[in-house]
């Protein structure tokens, strides 16, 4: 059998070539464990394998290509997952994108939710029955404090385009229902799933085309925290006892919050939609 069957654990973190996702992976390897970098970029994905590799002294990491604006790469990821693993014990869905331009993904959604929510969505449905394998699953949707401004026309969620900070606050609310609602899918089941909000964190994602765009970075960077603390509380909620069977919850940094949303029949709506749009049954 392949070696990497038995790994003592296993951690995927999404988006992990840079930024949070990066420093992520790269406390998680000093745990010696197995661990997944999920990248849309190879190159820079090797680039940040080999890297961890030398400082953590973990040799046990493996790149695999992940494009969460594509369908159809998501389930390729899955596929070959699940040919080298039996079980996945931490996921971290942390890749995510801010564009100020309108522009669709490979399966015609709007980007910034199509990429934060859906694919999202679609890459931790699918990889739910290696995660109910482990007897501490834990999965970790990175969001924001912004989801609470967001608002929903579920009607149109794939496809309406309202401005950039509007679009990714409301991917940010659609990613904390899903956190809410998988959660209750999941009661009675050793997987456990959480919402994070990193904090205001200097992460280059801010880093968009517009004539503005400098204004906002330079005031927006007085209040920055650097990559390296954004990612402290990431590894928390991934490695630490304190959240052990805490599921359904926000965490501002390691301040545990309620999710700001308790309308059932909107969750309802809006899973079903979602799978509708992502094609599971």
Known sequence: MDI???????????????GIGFETAKELAKTKSTL???????IEGEKAKRTIMKSSGNKQIRVLPLDLGSFSSIRAF????????????????NAGTFVMDKSKTEDNLEMTMGVNYFGTFLLTN????????????RIINVISDAYKRGKLDIDNIEK????GFK????????LAIF????????EGKNVFVNAVSPGHVDSGIWNFNKWYAPLIRFFSKRNMIDVVKGAEPIVYLALSENVKSKTGRYFKREKEEKIMFSNVED????WDKSLKIVGLN
């Open 78 to 93: 899955v596929t070959k997952v699940s040919e080298f693993f039996s079980r996945i014990d931490v996921l971290v869905n």
């Open 179 to 186: 956190t809410l609602t998988l959660s209750n899918k999941l």
């Open 4 to 18: 990497e069957k038995n790994a003592e654990k296993v951690l995927i973190v999404t988006g992990a070539n840079r």
């Open 160 to 163: 309406k385009k309202t401005n």
């Open 167 to 174: 679009a990714y606050a409301n991917s940010k609310l659609a």
């Open 126 to 137: 699918l990889l739910l029955p290696l995660l109910e394998k482990s007897a501490d699953g």
């Open 36 to 42: 997944i970098l999920a990248c849309r970029n190879m």
């Open 267 to 270: 969750q309802k709506i809006l």
